[in-house]
């Protein structure tokens, strides 16, 4: 299915971009990176100012039910989150990128088949833009966040992410909640006992029904909240993370102006200013 897929966007490409060209030039979402991230691994950041923040991710979608029952339950608990999506879902299920944007949600690109194995590089080159121009497509949104399935680093489309100055968004907490057999509480514990300011926290809404990954998330959610916690989307994240400009230098005003004091002319050296003492005359 997705070679097929990979057939025909290529052909359609140059018609997508011109039937987008007038939504990219209106204020349309970007889901970009500070200049410092361009082509980077990015697994964690610092924020400049200490601060308690983390990024949700979630990986695999748009998955019909499964994408908006955890829609539902960040909206419930006022959570914005990070959903990188794969092309050939997009297919699936057209109308949730929108959705997703629409919620005030970050969209990324996780490419288009979820292939774990090397593949050329006109192949890479196909997956992410054909994924890329489906998103703006669908819900107008541009980004330049990549994640690479599985985090395989070695299949060639993180060389071609780089090449375009994708930011590669990796993650530091891996809940697991893809592996079988675990529990709601399990995602929790995972969660909390590696999370740090900063943390990229990676969950699925894709792949599967994610009923387990659901059923943890507003434990997860009020849990991070206790701690102190505040949810970011990703390139809000990568913001915190940047120094701002130091302030521009400030106009020194001039003092008030004061008219001169009168000035005393100077000496004319015709005139004495001590004239001699005249004598009286002497009377005989």
Known sequence: MGQSLLRWHPLGLCACLVVLLPALAADVPRFLSPRQFWGQLVYRVTPV????????????????????????????????????????????????????????????????SHAYTPIAPEVAKQEIENTSVLIAKQSTAQTRLFRPPGGHLETGLVAYAKSK?????????????????????????????????????????????????????????????????????????LELAVKAPPPPPQPTVPPEFSPPLPQKPPPDPAVSENPPTQTPPVTP
């Open 49 to 112: 100012k200490p601060e308690k923040v983390v990024a949700l991710t979630f990986d695999d979608g748009p998955w019909g039910d499964s994408t908006r029952k955890l829609l539902s339950i960040l909206k419930e608990h006022n959570v914005k989150a990070t959903f990188f999506v794969v092309g050939k879902h997009l297919l699936m299920y057209p109308d949730l990128t929108a959705e997703i944007v629409k919620a005030g949600h970050a969209v990324g690109n996780h490419s288009w």
């Open 165 to 237: 100055n994708y930011a590669i968004i990796m993650w530091s907490v891996d809940t697991h909640d893809t592996k079988p057999n675990t529990t709601a509480a399990q995602i929790v514990e995972r969660t909390l006992n590696d999370v740090k300011p900063g943390a990229i926290i990676l969950l699925h809404d894709g792949g599967g029904d994610r009923a387990v990954t659901r059923a943890a998330l507003p434990t997860l959610i009020r849990r991070l909240k206790a701690q102190g916690y505040r949810f970011v989307t990703v390139p809000e994240l």
